[in-house]
């Protein structure tokens, strides 16, 4: 059942750029990436790339100019904050060959912001609504400093809660692609076991990618295999192609998500 | 306090590549690249950059190349087991421009492993045993089936149990440099109250990172400032500088790792 190229299943795909020293030190673990990769697949783009750069400028320039090239979409998150170390609006402007400058919208909704909190809107402060030209705003719902958009780059917090609630607001502009379909069947047998027998279905199923990743519990050996696909009909069959594999071969075969 | 270059305290740059659908998917969160960032810093080896990419041979053969010019070290991890979507050693042989074959001392020890445990020692478990030409083995103590090391690549699994004890075979014959010092002070005052003072410390003492993290738990605002550096006295200045201003405002300032 070999899978045909359909105009309208053009898969849509995304990077993501994770902007932080203290990813690459090992303070902080990154939680942004896994979020995103299932947020985006619901709405139809496969996240099909990530790199984690450090808070220099030229590192940022070269892996958003590469990435957001070579895929539809190209996410940032991180150094949008006002301190000195928060670079990546100045980045970005670099990437574009762009000016970077106070943004009249950002600045209004900031001064009302900490009007409103009784704060004081100092020039720290006023680094947030820094906006290379040409972009447009992304709304921050949670603690009002924009996020924006250039092009296909959209630019977002790197606090998760921040960043997620900004994606909300994004999620509704971006133009997915097919979904990709995910079956999971949790086999008690070794994958050396199993190899044969699922790499002759994925040549069966080209438009199946099959997945398999070994798992260790309390002494146990087995195997997680993972479906994938755009085409469910296909998926489908696979799966159950592999799941009467498994019971054939008298292995527990019970699918999990 | 200007950091004076002495030509002993060269930086020793590293790189990681995931290779992984199951990361892009968000099925899986990786916890490798935190680990090894951490574990990396102790012996003196500043991770610099990451990458997750897919199971394609072209993409880890080009993050590969790529990395593995730029900085000292790569580390893999993912890809190395005995099913058709375990690509990784092919990929490295491809990056490398040499051929690839069932490695004697790989075939050795995977073969007296399965005699002793009474398992078939198929062909999809042979797979195991292809290494790059050129490569030395890579001790695995926790399943045996081996990773590899070519020239200044590290080829690793991606299990976390089996990629940490391949690592500590490996860590030995790292050449690292300066260690990374690092001090965390949590602040309750709001990023944007301490932005101007970090500025300028930052100007002070350019051989200190100084990075600035919000937090927001039950309500309270406040900021971690992480210092880190190579140059402990100049890292103990900054960190002293800091805490007597962020007391002198009348901010909680309390030392935290």
Chains 1, 2 share one sequence.
Do not use: C
Request: proline letters at 5%; zero cysteines.
């Amino acid at each position: 059942m070999p899978s045909t190229d359909k105009p309208h299943e053009k898969i849509v795909t995304a990077a993501i750029v994770v902007i932080g020293d203290e990813i690459l030190s090992g303070r902080t673990q990154d939680k942004n990436m896994a979020w995103l990769a299932v947020r985006l697949n619901e709405i139809g783009v496969q996240l099909s790339e990530a790199r984690v750069v450090p808070d220099i400028e030229a590192e940022i320039v070269a892996a958003v100019n590469v990435l957001r090239a070579k895929f539809d979409y190209v996410f940032t998150t991180g150094g949008i904050g006002p301190t000195h170390d928060d670079i990546t609006a100045d980045s970005i402007a670099a990437a574009f060959g762009v000016g970077i400058d106070h943004h009249p919208e950002a600045m209004a909704l900031l001064t009302r912001h900490y009007e409103t909190s009784g704060i004081e809107f100092n020039d720290a402060r006023k680094r947030m609504a820094r906006i290379p030209d040409g972009a447009s705003l992304v709304n921050n719902p949670v603690s009002k400093a924009p996020g924006f958009r250039i092009e296909n780059v959209y630019v977002m917090a790197g606090v998760p809660t921040i960043m997620q609630a900004m994606f909300e607001e994004i999620a509704p502009e971006l133009h997915g692609g097919p979904k990709m379909f995910s079956r999971t069947i949790g086999a008690g047998l070794p994958e050396g076991r199993v190899a044969e027998k699922l790499g002759a279905l994925q040549k069966f199923y080209p438009g199946v990618s099959l997945g398999s990743y070994p798992y260790f519990r309390q002494g146990e050996v087995g195997t997680n295999l993972v479906l994938r696909s755009i085409h469910k009909e296909e998926l489908d069959a696979a799966f159950n192609e592999l799941e009467a594999y498994l019971i054939g071969e008298g292995a527990t075969a019970v699918e999990t998500t």
